[in-house]
T-cell receptor, first 114, second 111 residues
């Protein structure tokens, strides 16, 4: 079975530019999560989709971040305009259900804003 | 203060040593996860625990729900075990099923 795929693996953009990250979850996994690790800090939750609906977006830092999951398949996370503090590694994870199911993580996208 | 605390932050061992990484948490949980991240790599799920003990190869994970504490043990450590080990919990009161993470433990096993 294919795992969770994220791309790009790395992105370097200038402050003020726009970047879109993509996550393809495992086929059939209704639950999709975005997490972020900023340098020197723990991984933190951003948001959770169940199919195409946002179940919990309480971790989104501000309105420069927009996540979508059209059709309940892949998801995109857009940062517009990017700021220096947005640099970090963005992880996506998917799971089949919410109750005590394991998670499968992607390899992450390392975003550097200069 | 983070809801999930790991110790130590960094650990260096010689090949063959027995290793223990600790995780304490301050909230009621429905599950605790141990994850592994190799340099430049993605995150791999090692264990999901809600009680007791699990073993997979040289890895053993235990949890004490009353004490809100979990340990990850590696027996006969090997240089390929060098990675960041991360403890994460799913809070019982948490909306949905999001995880709260510890900062991770950087393990280096020297030959």
């Amino acid at each position: 079975e294919a795992g969770v795929t994220q791309f790009p693996s790395h992105s370097v953009i200038e402050k003020g530019q726009t970047v879109t990250l993509r996550c393809d979850p495992i086929s059939g996994h209704d639950n999709l999560y975005w997490y972020r690790r900023v340098m020197g800090k723990e991984i933190k939750f951003l948001l959770h989709f169940v199919k195409e609906s946002k179940q919990d977006e309480s971790g989104m830092p501000n309105n420069r971040f927009l996540a979508e999951r059209t059709g309940g398949t892949y998801s995109t996370l857009k940062v517009q305009p990017a700021e220096l503090e947005d640099s970090g590694v963005y992880f996506c994870a998917s799971s089949q259900g919410t109750a005590d199911y394991g998670y499968t993580f992607g390899s992450g996208t390392r975003l550097t804003v200069v | 203060k983070n809801e999930v605390e790991q110790s130590p932050q960094n650990l260096t061992a010689q090949e063959g040593e027995f290793i223990t990484i600790n995780c304490s948490y301050s909230v009621g949980i429905s599950a605790l996860h141990w994850l592994q991240q190799h340099p430049g790599g993605g995150i791999v799920s090692l264990f999901m625990l809600s009680s007791g003990k699990k073993k997979h190869g040289r890895l053993i994970a235990t949890i004490n729900i009353q004490e809100k504490h979990s340990s990850l043990h590696i027996t006969a450590s090997h240089p390929r075990d060098s990675a960041v080990y991360i403890c994460a919990v799913r809070g019982r009161e948490t909306s949905g099923s999001r995880l709260t993470f510890g900062e991770g433990t950087q393990l280096t096993v020297n030959p």
